[in-house]
């Protein structure tokens, strides 16, 4: 039991006189400086409860200003610059700058997570891009035992209520970076006056090239040999390097490490709290709220938090979250090598005539027909007619526990080869292997116009930290797959990926079981929010699976399934599929929402929800701006 569950009866201390801004604050906006080089490797968890956790870091403190034109949620974009469909440019593409390099990260990433497109509603029904000005302190932190650290960030508003004393914990969506949960955790905590802390889990976009094992800093920028990076890993100087991305070649299996990851950004929060308002302490998570929130990956991680001992976290928000419950569901890998083989095919069935993007022209894709001979050919279905090799398809999804409006929603992740990269990534985290390495052959490169190994340009690798998503391909760099050729090129290697799923005694496998999740601390406020539509991370295999283990076992949980709603919310501003789904962030902040009302005021936990939505209608050949009424009635 939390160290205060009841949080109504916990008295907290005044607000202290006014006193600026501690002594390590620079004096002028983006201005950084190191409040300690710490050598170390992490400590572990906190102490005594009653304490401010002490972090032995892997780098030191770097600490910014945003303020007078720049802030911590938008960036100085404000909500013009992050609707902008345009990114903001570098004044010197081979070296861009460190304020340019966060500004473009934060587009980047309130860009890939949030529909920020005419209509949708962001910012009118929900949301809002107000900009928040205040400080914001990054560091490197290792877990034990580990060999790469996960990367933790603190955003202290101006606003910064001493008196609520309210931290959000955040874990980055899909392999983002630092900046991958703004959307989301920033978006509803620093307008309110709360802390926000941020972790990588691991992951990020601070890749290296290889030729010369040249990592990321703090500030994003190329760091000079011998300092501090994100990511670390020898050089190979040959050719043909490769390009290494943290998330697949750390070496670490950190899916593994999730829940560990946001315990030590919550504690870190505190330690940053401790700088920002010394005259306020002692700061403990026995007189600090503090809920973990997180979308998609980021879903899973503060899941994986909630089950640790400890008194970290009051409440925990997780929204389509990927998570593996220790008994039920299907391990993401699982489930999307197996779309990755059938999925092209089934939707050229008759059910998916309807479907956004499945047919492309109005018929059936080429490339789904391709599959279908492709697993006609290697005896994995016995008809030869094509749609009754699309409807074979569609049946093994089905019976595999997929429903046709995931497989709907899928096409998003066929239709753009998704799953391939997805499992090759995946598949080399599991395995623990190098970027040279790579199950199945696979490797990232940045290609040349025959497809042969290049060196990047200076404005394709300045870019990598700011632009990239964590998962190549994209900014540059290519997923290289041997096997690829013929008519249906990447068939053979996504057959490889699943292999390596079918081998049960195998390092993928074993990789993945070290990922399953137990079930949230005793009395510890869960809601999961997921998309009935979802196409990436069916809910089935997912957010309902483990929602039903731990409701069963007695959890305080809750579960809000959205229907006519998946997994991208950043799609939404394609009008096909506008007049089809709804967008999943309204419910996110809701939770967050009850989540606070329940530990801050004592209001009981609003109850499961099952929420009828209706999505955009198309009137006169426009698709109609999102109302309220479009999200349904509320929890």
């Known amino acids: 039991m939390n160290a205060h569950a009841t949080p109504t009866t916990r008295p907290l201390p005044a607000p202290p006189a006014p006193a600026g801004h501690h002594r390590h604050t620079p004096a002028r906006p983006l201005a950084t400086m190191a409040l300690s080089l710490l050598a170390l490797s992490l400590a572990g968890c906190a102490g005594q409860p009653t304490r401010t956790p002490s972090l032995d870091l892997a780098a030191g403190i770097s600490l910014q200003t945003h303020r007078d034109g720049d802030d911590l949620l938008t960036a100085g974009l404000g909500e013009a610059g992050l609707r902008n469909a345009t990114p903001p440019a570098f004044a010197n593409p081979d070296q861009p700058t460190a304020a340019e390099l966060r500004r473009r990260a934060v587009w980047t990433n309130w860009r890939g997570i949030a529909d920020l497109a005419p209509g949708g509603g962001y910012g009118s029904v929900y949301g809002a891009l107000a900009p928040v000005p205040g400080r914001e302190y990054h560091a490197l932190v290792r877990l034990p035992g580990r060999q790469q650290p996960h990367r933790v960030m603190v955003q202290v508003p101006d606003g910064f209520d001493v008196a609520k004393r309210c931290v959000v914990v955040a874990a980055s969506s899909g392999s983002r970076g630092i900046y991958g949960a703004i959307a989301l955790a920033g978006a509803w905590g620093l307008p309110r006056g709360c802390a ?132 039920g569901g299907r391990a993401l890998y699982d489930y999307s090598t197996d779309a990755a083989i059938w999925m092209p095919c089934a939707l050229n069935a008759r059910a998916f005539d309807g479907v956004p993007l499945a047919r492309p022209g109005g018929a059936p894709a080429p490339a789904g027909f391709a599959r279908c001979e492709s697993l006609r050919a290697a005896g994995f279905v016995n008809v030869d007619a094509p749609q009754a090799q699309a409807e074979a398809a569609r049946r093994h999804l089905l019976q595999g526990g997929w429903t046709d409006d995931a497989i709907a929603a899928g096409v998003l992740s066929s239709s753009f080869d998704l799953w391939r990269a997805v499992n090759a990534t995946y598949a080399s985290a599991y395995a623990r292997t190098g970027p040279d390495a790579m199950p199945c052959g696979f490797s990232f490169a940045a290609l040349d116009a025959a497809g042969r190994p290049r060196a990047p340009t200076a404005a394709e690798r300045a870019a990598w930290w700011s632009d990239g998503s964590g998962i190549p391909p994209g900014n540059g760099i290519a997923l290289r797959d041997p096997r690829a050729e013929g008519g249906d090129p990447t068939f053979e290697g996504n057959l490889c990926l699943r292999l390596l799923w079918d081998d049960a005694e195998g390092p993928v496998r074993d990789g993945i079981e070290q990922t399953r999740a137990a079930l949230p601390r005793a009395g510890l406020p869960v809601i999961v929010v997921h998309g009935a539509d979802d196409g990436l991370v069916p809910e089935a295999f997912s957010g309902a699976a483990y929602a039903n283990r731990a409701k069963q076992e007695g959890a305080t949980l809750r579960y809000w399934r959205v229907r006519n709603a998946q997994h991208f919310d950043a799609f939404l501003g394609l009008p096909v599929l506008a007049m089809r789904y709804v967008p999943m962030m309204p419910y996110g902040y809701r939770a967050l929402d009850a989540a606070w009302a329940h530990i801050a005021e004592g209001q009981p936990l609003p109850g499961d929800a099952d929420i009828a939505t209706t999505p955009r209608a198309f009137v006169d050949g426009t698709v109609q701006p999102l109302r309220a009424e479009n999200l349904g009635e509320l929890p």
């Open 196 to 327: 926000v802390a941020y972790t990588d889990k691991g992951a990020g976009t601070g890749y290296v090239d290889t030729r010369d094992g040249r990592g990321f800093g703090l500030d994003g920028r190329m760091a000079d040999a011998g300092a501090p990076v994100e990511f670390r890993v020898p050089a190979a100087a040959t050719a043909d390097a490769p390009i290494a991305v943290k998330h697949a070649h750390s070496g670490d299996n950190p899916e593994a490490d999730w829940g560990r990851h946001v315990a030590q950004a919550a504690e870190f929060s505190l330690q940053v709290l401790a700088l920002a308002h010394p005259g306020a302490g002692p700061w403990t998570f026995g007189n600090t709220r503090v809920i973990a929130v997180g979308v998609s990956n980021g879903g899973g991680a503060v899941l994986r938090a909630g089950e640790l001992d400890g008194p970290h976290f009051d409440a925990v928000v997780a929204v389509s979250p990927n998570i593996l419950p220790d008994d």
